[in-house]
């Protein structure tokens, strides 16, 4: 199983970006969806999670109205849609995923390589 995160780049405050991250190999299912970020000199830290259905949603204090976390099933993506970005928000983005491949009984924890996003002021 491999993750593949994308979207990242720079962009000034206020602005947007759209991270994606797609899971791909022999995947039977995958239950929660996470993204984290993890700022120079700081520890990693859970930014959003979803789960299968998508009916229930986590998001940290700082980013929550400004971030949306989204996912596609069927095509095993998850999306982190950032608006109004502030420079805070510079950080590598990290997708985490709890996923069962095929002919697998459990559920295992993957991690996606990160995404560079810098927000300049």
């Known amino acids: 199983v491999q993750l593949q995160a994308s979207g990242g780049g720079l962009v000034q405050a206020g602005g947007s970006l759209r991270l994606s991250c797609a899971a791909s190999?022999?995947?039977?299912?995958?239950?929660?969806m996470r993204w984290y970020r993890q700022a120079p000199g700081k520890q990693r830290e859970l930014v959003a999670a979803?789960?299968?259905?998508?009916?229930?949603?986590y998001y940290a204090g700082s980013v929550k109205g400004r971030f949306t976390i989204s996912r596609d099933n069927a095509k095993n993506t998850v999306y982190l849609q950032m608006n109004n970005l502030e420079p805070e928000d510079t950080a590598v983005y990290y997708c985490?995923?709890?996923?069962?491949?095929?002919?697998?009984?459990?559920?295992?924890?993957?991690w996606g390589q990160g995404t560079l996003v810098t927000v300049s002021s």
């Open positions: 985490n995923e709890d996923i069962r491949t095929s002919g697998d009984l459990l559920f295992r924890a993957y």
């Open positions: 190999g022999s995947i039977s299912r995958i239950n929660a």
């Open positions: 979803i789960t299968y259905g998508g009916s229930t949603n």
